[in-house]
Nanobody, 115 residues
Framework: QVQLVESGGGLVQAGGSLRLSCAASGSIVSFSSMGWYRQAPGKQRELVAAIIITGGSSNYADSVKGRFTISRDDAKNTVYLQMDSLKPEDTAVYYC????????WGQGTQVTVSS
């Protein structure tokens, strides 16, 4: 069974940075894509960033373009989300996703940005 474990969340002031990590229990190259989603209280889960494993292209939500960067380290079976210039509206639980035929999810990590 695939396991995805997120880490790196926390409390940061507006304008600050955090780096989230998602460690997979197996090789990430077995996924077709991996990504980060977030869910704020009372809102639906939304895609933040995703990376296509074959080819390496990535895409971002408009709200985070230019501020967030998704990357991967195949040797460590880990996907990262570098978050810069954080805003209070980035506050949410962030979830790692890995997609094969099915979707796999981590347990989530809380990111809180204070104003």
């Amino acid at each position: 069974q695939v396991q995805l474990v997120e880490s790196g969340g926390g409390l940061v002031q507006a304008g600050g940075s955090l780096r989230l990590s998602c460690a997979a229990s197996g090789s990430i190259v077995s996924f077709s894509s991996m990504g980060w989603y977030r869910q704020a209280p009372g809102k639906q889960r939304e895609l933040v960033a995703a990376i296509i494993i074959t080819g390496g292209s990535s895409n971002y939500a408009d709200s985070v373009k230019g501020r967030f960067t998704i990357s991967r380290d195949d040797a460590k079976n880990t996907v990262y989300l570098q978050m810069d210039s954080l805003k209070p509206e980035d506050t949410a639980v962030y979830y790692c996703n890995g997609r094969r035929r099915d979707d796999y999810w981590g347990q989530g990590t809380q990111v809180t940005v204070s104003s």
